[in-house]
Nanobody
Framework: QVQLVESGGGLVQAGGSLRLSCAASGRTFSRYAMGWFRQAPGKEREFVAAISSSGLTTYYADSVKGRFTISRDNAKNTVYLQMNSLKPEDTAVYYC?????????????????WGQGTQVTVSS
């Protein structure tokens, strides 16, 4: 069992930056690929970024490529999402998720554990 707790959300102006963190419990974190997803009001949850267990492979949604960076620190059982050049359309609840193999996935259905989410609001 893995428990995930996100933090770092908040209110920021367009063009600003935020860094989200996701702290994981358990001794298996370093074996799991991790992902970030988001869900805006009235919309389905969508893929944002994913990272392999080693941190060497990353995937991004086209909408965030070049602005967001996913990273992880296996010694701290934490995955990060650095978000730069934020836009109002980035406003959503952001969730981190764990997939129980080393290879990152982009489909919501392939993730086994989820955090409770953290709100990100970007004002124009």
């Amino acid at each position: 069992q893995v428990q995930l707790v996100e933090s770092g959300g908040g209110l920021v102006q367009a063009g600003g930056s935020l860094r989200l963190s996701c702290a994981a419990s358990g001794r298996t974190f370093s074996r799991y690929a991790m992902g970030w997803f988001r869900q805006a009001p009235g919309k389905e949850r969508e893929f944002v970024a994913a990272i392999s267990s080693s941190g060497l492979t990353t995937y991004y949604a086209d909408s965030v490529k070049g602005r967001f960076t996913i990273s992880r620190d296996n010694a701290k059982n934490t995955v990060y999402l650095q978000m730069n050049s934020l836009k109002p359309e980035d406003t959503a609840v952001y969730y981190c998720a764990a997939h129980i193999t080393a290879v990152p996935r982009t489909s919501i259905h392939e993730y086994n554990y989820w955090g409770q989410g953290t709100q990100v609001t970007v004002s124009s």
